[in-house]
């Protein structure tokens, strides 16, 4: 055993993770506590805040650590099944609660920065591709979004009638389009151009406004309008 592993029982009550948050409030917290609180213990060799500093310094940040599956967890020495189940689950209720913030209320349409905000905790971290489309009022507020396809890492199929369809259902005078791009690269393709151009023609002859297109990544995105594009 290594002679410097000290168990989380022997440290002071101050620094131990569940009593520092009860003491001193979440905030107080780093990272790698709040994993320590939800995994709960180490191993003999190893505390469960040293195991939680190992496993977020191996993903590289928390955003990274969020797209690992029960099974590649389960790779660090230490994590069983229930311990990579606790923390994927936490990870996704964070992603949920996120996504709930911009579902609580109508948001306008002022910039594509507005559009990002809203799509980012929908689609910004997936491993694969989805391609979805907001749903605007004539005072430009979102009045739904909706996924369209799902694909895999490089591309998704869309079904152009289907998107007017739920325009037309939706009482939408303009939409948005967005998807995402996995591998972090925000420039467009051309089938990308392609199925633009085809939803911008496509909405003209039914007065339904594509008002712009965005690619987003986990931490930016590529507006078509504000390339120039459109």
Sequence with gaps: MDSTYSSIANWSEDDRPREK?????????SNSELIAILIG??????S?????K???????????????SIQQLMNFKGIGQAKAVAIVAALELGRRQRSEDTAHFKNKITSSKVVFEIMRPIIGELPHEEFWVLFLNNSN???????LSKGGITGTIVDVRLVFKLALENGATSLILCHNHPSGNLDPSEADKQITTKLK?????LDVKVLD???ITETNYYSFVDEGIF
């Design 201 to 205: 023609t496509g909405g003209e002859s």
């Design 141 to 147: 507020k979102v009045i739904s979004k909706s996924q």
């Design 41 to 46: 213990s180490g191993s003999r060799n190893e």
């Design 54 to 68: 190992r496993i977020l310094a191996s993903s590289g940040n928390l955003n990274s650590l969020a797209k690992l």
């Design 48 to 52: 469960a805040v040293d195991l939680s």
């Design 213 to 215: 297109h965005l690619i």
């Design 21 to 29: 948050l009860v003491l001193k409030g979440r905030d107080a917290l």
